[in-house]
């Protein structure tokens, strides 16, 4: 039972390139979600999955597009990566109970 | 809109108590959430409260919720060098069939030897 898993942990990436963030839950959540997490801003919502086949914007979705193939996974894509998007990215999931249950984040560089 | 706000930094000596607080201005919230992060590491919950509540004891952690002034706070006691590390207050909001946790920017607190 590994909970909630993002992979990679650490990217670097080229401005232009493009890459996804995969992640996947084993818990059996409806629910997912991509935050981003920068120093002195806490975490920002990128897009959520309020079930399987649905997708929504959060705070921050503006070059970003993300895909809910099925119950277990929500992948995160960046088709055209910039250095404003050097960040900490993570995952999470929850169901019906109150936790939100987190991956151990994705390092993401921009160079 | 939703938004939820933190002190971002605090540094206490060792055994004494440290006191982080939050305020938050979505009056629906229904929970109310302390998040910690160790360095490297993703989010652990460390406690939550339902906003009926104005208080809840885990072991050494003290919340305490003002629902009128929407302020939260958590109350570490004897604070341990273990306990240094980042912790995020968050709201939970609903939206749609779901729910989306809005956190702080998160409280770097220090504990000194």
């Known amino acids: 039972n590994a909970g909630v898993t993002q992979t990679p942990k650490f990217q670097v990436l080229k401005t232009g390139q493009s890459m996804t963030l995969q992640c996947a839950q084993d818990?059996?959540?409806?629910?997912m979600y991509w935050y981003r997490q920068d120093p002195g801003m806490g975490l920002r919502l990128i897009y959520y999955?309020?079930?399987?086949?649905?997708?929504d914007k959060g705070e921050v979705p503006n070059g970003y597009n993300v895909s809910r193939l099925n119950k277990r996974e929500f992948s995160l894509r960046l088709e055209s990566a910039a250095p404003s998007q050097t960040s900490v990215y993570f995952c999470?999931?929850?169901?019906?109970?109150?936790?939100?249950?987190f991956g151990q984040g994705t390092r993401l560089t921009v160079v | 809109g939703e938004d939820v706000e933190q002190s971002l930094f605090l540094s206490v000596r060792e055994g004494d108590s440290s006191v982080i607080n939050c305020t938050y201005t979505?009056?629906?919230?229904?929970?109310l959430y302390w998040y910690k992060q160790e360095p490297g590491a993703g989010l652990q919950l460390l406690t939550y409260?339902?906003?009926?509540?104005d208080m809840k004891q885990d072991q050494r952690l003290t919340v305490l919720l003002n629902k009128k002034d929407k302020h939260l706070s958590l109350r570490i006691a004897d604070t341990q060098t273990g306990d240094s590390a980042i912790y995020f207050c968050?709201?939970?909001?609903?939206?749609?069939?779901?729910?989306?946790?809005?956190f702080g920017s998160g409280t770097r607190l220090l504990v000194r030897p």
């Open positions: 999955s309020a079930s399987e086949g649905t997708t």
């Open positions: 979505d009056s629906s919230s229904t929970y």
């Open positions: 818990m059996n959540h409806n629910s």
């Open positions: 968050a709201e939970r909001s609903s939206m749609d069939s779901s729910y989306k946790l809005i």
């Open positions: 409260i339902f906003s009926n509540m």
């Open positions: 999470a999931g929850q169901g019906t109970s109150t936790e939100a249950f």
